[in-house]
């Protein structure tokens, strides 16, 4: 009995601190009235106390639990962030023709494939589209882009 009722008037657990023993029992521990670093108050039994169980008035659990939701929040933030980078890579994916800045498409009433060459200059997108062969679009649509919209530089490259 005597090992079981300790006197932790004072002593601290997490953020509580034992104030002073109640006349309440629970399951034959003293039951101690706590003040929480929050403000708050608690009542705690000797064994809740001294293994670790409680720790708080309830604010370190609801804390806890915020934390929880807005990791939550921001988990599947990321996600959804990756998620949409993702899908914009898809199309590149698909335009995939072994040439650089050539991509297929279908024309719109008789669906036939056609290729279209495109380059970016300075976040402008610039087409020659209409080619049979992706070939062709490279060589006449992509390379006659680059030389039209990019500062020349190197020369050294394919034949017209
Ligand atoms: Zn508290």
Redesign the pocket.
């Known amino acids: 009995m005597t090992r079981k009722n300790v006197d932790l008037t004072g002593q601290k657990f997490g953020?509580l601190t034992a104030k002073y023993p109640t006349d309440q029992r629970k399951q034959g521990k003293i039951v101690w009235y706590c003040e929480?670093?929050?403000?708050?108050h608690a009542y705690v039994s000797t064994s809740y106390l001294t293994n670790g169980d409680t720790r708080?008035?309830?604010?370190?659990k609801v804390e806890q639990d915020i934390s929880n939701i807005r990791e939550g929040y921001e988990k599947e933030r990321v996600d959804n962030v990756v998620m949409s980078l993702f899908k914009g890579q898809e199309p590149r994916k698909d335009s995939g023709t072994g040439f650089r800045g050539v991509s297929k498409y279908y024309t719109r009433k008789s669906k036939e494939l056609r290729y279209r060459a495109w380059i970016t200059v300075a976040g402008k997108r610039y087409y020659k589209s209409g080619f049979l062969t992706p070939e062709d679009a490279y060589f006449k649509g992509r390379l006659e882009l680059e030389k039209k919209y990019l500062p020349k530089e190197n020369e050294n490259e394919t034949e017209k």
């Open positions: 953020r929480c670093e929050c403000g708050g708080s008035c309830g604010c370190l």
